[in-house]
């Protein structure tokens, strides 16, 4: 998931985003992200 973020603020940069634009976007992947990882963990162990 790191190099996937990464990537992503690197191609928002890319595309001419302020540099405070491309890394809250890349906050928010990386957040929905581990938001995902963690409700699938958690789901996992309460079945």
């Known amino acids: ?3 996937s ?3 992503y603020f690197l ?3 890319e595309e001419g985003k302020p ?3 491309a890394m809250f976007a ?3 992947k990386f ?3 581990y ?3 963690v409700s699938a963990l958690l ?3 309460e079945a």
């Open 1 to 3: 998931a790191g190099d």
């Open 5 to 7: 973020v990464c990537d």
């Open 11 to 13: 191609k928002k940069r």
């Open 19 to 21: 540099y405070r634009v």
């Open 26 to 28: 890349a906050y928010n």
């Open 31 to 33: 957040l929905r992200i």
């Open 35 to 37: 938001h995902s990882r």
């Open 43 to 45: 789901n996992e162990t």
